[in-house]
């Protein structure tokens, strides 16, 4: 018996104590990733997602020259990477504003590289069934994350069994 659509195979929570740690996780995913995958970031501001999404970028072998920025005005940043990445980012918009179709996001997610969005919780829940979720929430003081992820879909469960793994099962 599978589970509910909605209901996460597998959870794991890490805390990070600064933006580098943060930036480390995001990396390891990275260089873990071997298909594509949708990235759920869900967070207040300042609370990480961009400063993962740099690492992420950096364990997908993006080029050097290359400055992951948040695409908060442009809406999508694509980079080449290993595997291509597209950093979303739907601070802007009121769920109401998002036609996935009228955007160009619905042929992203559905693409075949690997998708970050930031403020995914604006997204339909259809939109992307299958992804690692990421909730990154403030910790006991202003450099301290709390990253809790959660895996929906066989890819985003290999993904978390690898980081879980390369961290010793801590």
């Given at each position: ?140 003081d202003e450099t301290t994350r709390t990253l809790r ?22």
């Amino acid at each position: 018996m599978h589970p509910a659509p909605d209901l996460p195979l597998a959870s794991r929570t890490l805390t990070t104590a600064a933006a580098a740690h943060t930036r480390a996780i995001g990396e390891r995913c990275g260089r873990l990733l071997q298909a594509p995958l949708v990235l759920a970031l869900i967070g207040d501001l300042g609370s990480g997602k961009t400063v993962f999404v740099q690492g992420l970028a950096r364990g997908l072998d993006l080029p050097p020259e290359w400055s992951v920025t948040s695409p908060t005005f442009t809406l999508v940043n694509e980079y080449p990477a290993r595997l291509r990445l597209y950093h979303i980012d739907l601070y802007r918009l009121e769920p109401t504003q998002l036609d996935l179709e009228a955007l160009g996001l619905a042929e992203i997610l559905e693409g075949g590289g690997v998708v970050a969005v930031e403020w995914a919780e604006k997204l339909p829940p259809a939109a992307a069934a299958e992804r690692l979720e990421i909730r990154f929430d403030y910790g006991e003081d202003e450099t301290t994350r709390t990253l809790r992820m959660d895996a929906y879909g066989q890819p985003a469960l290999s993904l978390l069994k690898g980081l879980i793994s390369e961290a010793g099962g801590k």
